[in-house]
């Protein structure tokens, strides 16, 4: 089935990816970021690079 299109506020997703690096989400929120971003559940926590 093909995917739909999803808008995401930026800030909004910024602040989900930070969150979910920190195991700090509700499982609901943890699960749209893994489907938002096609994530695996195995897959490492750490999203953006680090400065």
């Known amino acids: ?3 739909s299109l ?3 506020n930026t800030p909004v997703l910024l602040e ?3 969150r979910y690096e920190q195991r700090r989400l ?3 929120m943890h699960l749209w ?3 938002v ?3 695996k ?3 490492p926590l750490t999203l953006r690079p680090h400065c």
């Open 1 to 3: 089935m093909p995917r």
């Open 33 to 35: 970021v893994e489907a």
């Open 41 to 43: 559940a195995s897959a």
């Open 16 to 18: 989900a990816l930070e």
């Open 37 to 39: 971003l096609e994530l």
């Open 26 to 28: 509700p499982r609901s």
């Open 6 to 8: 999803q808008w995401v």
